[in-house]
Antibody, heavy 117, light 105 residues
C-alpha cells in the first residue's frame, strides 16, 4: 500500500514536496513513478526512479524535466516528488504508483496540489 | 499517442461494453494495460499485457487486440462497472502514455 501526503495550496512560483510512504519490505526493490491528473490533460506520467540495485536513477517525461525531481529514502520506505517554480497549470491530483513490468499497480490515494494566488 | 473511443458510452446493466484504444505506433501486447477509475479514487489495474486480468478482476472483463488496435470488452455490465476507463502504453523512450479515457455511464 502507498500512503501519500503533502498536497496543498501553493502560490505561483512556489515549491512543494510530495511524499509517498510504502509498506512492506519490497519498497526498496520497486521502480516507483509519479503520475498526475488534470481535467484538461487527463493522466500524465511525470517520471520514475529505479531501485538502488538498478542505480537509483531517474527519468522524466519531457514536460517535467528541470522543474520536477524524484527521489527516494529506502530507510523510510518513502518516495518524494519535489516541484519547483510551480505554475497554475501544475494544479492537479498527484499519484504515486509502483511500476510492475510495464504497468502501474498499486497506486497511492492521490494528493491535490493547487497553484493559485 | 493513444486515442480512446468513444469518449462516452451510455449503456445499461446487463449490456455488453466495447471500449477501443488505438495507438499511433505498433505496440507489443506486453506494453498495453487498462485501468478503471471511479470518482474520487485512484485508477485500478484491470488488464495488463493486453489480455491478462489483474488479481480480483471478474471474468466478464476481457482484453484483446494487437498492433495498433486494442479493445476492452465487458460482457455483462454490473452497476459497479460504470466508471472511466483508461488505456496505458509503454514506449521504451522510456515513457508512459495514457489515453484520454472512456466514460462508461
Amino acid at each position: 500500500q502507498l500512503l501519500q501526503s503533502g498536497g496543498q495550496v501553493v502560490t505561483p512560483g512556489g515549491s512543494l514536496t510530495l511524499s509517498c510512504e510504502g509498506s512492506g519490505s519490497s519498497f526498496s526493490q520497486a521502480w516507483m513513478s509519479w503520475v498526475r491528473q488534470t481535467p484538461g490533460k487527463g493522466l500524465e506520467w511525470v517520471g520514475h526512479i529505479r531501485p538502488a540495485t538498478n542505480g537509483g536513477t531517474t527519468d522524466y517525461a519531457t514536460p517535467f524535466r528541470g522543474r520536477f525531481s524524484i527521489s527516494r529514502d529506502d530507510s523510510k520506505n518513502t518516495l518524494y516528488l519535489q516541484m519547483e517554480s510551480l505554475r497554475p497549470e501544475d494544479t492537479a491530483v498527484y499519484f504515486c504508483t509502483t511500476e510492475d513490468n510495464f504497468w502501474f499497480d498499486p497506486w497511492g490515494q492521490g494528493t491535490q496540489v493547487t497553484v493559485s494566488s | 499517442v493513444l486515442t480512446q473511443s468513444p469518449g462516452t458510452l451510455s449503456l445499461s446493466p446487463g449490456d455488453r461494453a466495447t471500449l477501443s484504444c488505438r495507438s499511433s505506433q505498433s505496440l507489443s501486447t506486453n506494453y498495453l494495460a487498462w485501468y478503471q477509475q471511479r470518482p474520487g479514487q485512484a485508477p485500478t489495474l484491470v488488464i495488463f499485457g493486453a489480455f491478462s486480468r489483474a488479481i480480483g478482476v471478474p471474468a466478464r472483463f476481457r482484453g484483446s487486440g494487437s498492433g495498433t488496435n486494442f479493445t476492452l470488452t465487458i460482457s455483462r455490465l454490473e452497476p459497479e462497472d460504470f466508471a472511466v476507463y483508461y488505456c496505458l502504453q509503454y514506449d521504451p523512450s522510456p515513457m508512459y502514455t495514457f489515453g484520454q479515457g472512456t466514460k462508461l455511464e
